[in-house]
């Protein structure tokens, strides 16, 4: 079955301990994103990754760290995580940034206290 | 840049009834594509209907459909012989053809509640 998965589906830690969220496709797809969604917000884009080894910033990656080492893992890694990061996030893949749909992981739900 | 708004943060229909939920977006492209997200509570993010902005013609997927004026920059989703099923968190949301970033920008969302 074509999918993206994410680990954990939640999560609760405390300011300041490392996590790691990861994200698997197994589609093939070059382009992976990842997104987090506020009340009143939508869902905003943190990095995104063209292909192996070619990562960038989207709109809020201010405490965020990707990497794109083999084409079918996109982890988000949060190395001090902080109140304010507490939020709903989802990994997204397509076959390249121009085409018409995103296939969305189920998300992960962290809570930072 | 582009921004995508949805001005109903709440909107309620009677089983069986129609409902129009309103999108509008900010864009200098011409080339684009324009999307429907619905999230039920399992949070999953569910693609409903799609429309590419060089095609005039409105999408339509069974019971939804689109009205797509890209001159007045609008793009609405109507639900058709509401069920109880349709109600979630509904999302508008915009990607470039030919930008940077092939990034989803979203509107805030819409909560739909569906009455029996």
């Known amino acids: 079955e074509a999918q993206v998965t994410q680990n954990p589906r939640y999560l609760i830690t405390v300011t300041g301990k490392k996590l790691t969220v990861t994200c698997s496709q197994n589609?093939?797809?070059?382009?992976m994103s990842w997104y987090r969604q506020d009340p009143g917000l939508g869902l905003r884009q943190i990095y995104y990754?063209?292909?192996?080894?070619?990562?960038d910033k989207g709109d809020v990656p201010e405490g965020y760290k990707v990497s794109r080492k083999e084409k079918r893992n996109f982890p988000l890694i949060l190395e001090s995580p902080s109140p304010n990061q507490t939020s709903l996030y989802f990994c997204?893949?397509?076959?390249?940034?121009?085409?018409?749909?995103?296939?969305f992981g189920p998300g992960t739900r962290l809570t930072v206290l | 840049a582009q921004t995508v708004t949805q001005s109903q943060p709440e909107m309620s229909v009677q089983e069986a009834e129609t409902v129009t939920l309103s999108c509008t977006y900010d864009?200098?492209?011409?080339?684009?594509?324009l999307f429907w997200y619905k999230q039920p509570p399992s949070r999953q993010m569910i693609l409903v209907i799609r429309?590419?902005?060089?095609?005039?013609q409105n999408a339509t997927e069974n019971r939804f459909s689109v009205n797509f004026q890209k001159a007045a920059k609008s793009f609405s989703l109507k639900i058709s012989d509401s069920q109880l099923g349709d109600a979630a968190m509904y999302f508008c949301a915009y990607r470039s053809r030919s930008g940077n970033t092939g990034k989803l920008i979203f509107g805030q969302g819409t909560t739909l509640q569906v009455k029996p």
């Open positions: 990754s063209m292909n192996v080894e070619v990562t």
């Open positions: 997204a893949s397509s076959p390249t940034r121009f085409t018409n749909e995103q296939f």
């Open positions: 589609m093939n797809h070059e382009y």
């Open positions: 429309q590419e902005a060089y095609k005039q």
């Open positions: 864009t200098s492209e011409s080339d684009y594509y």
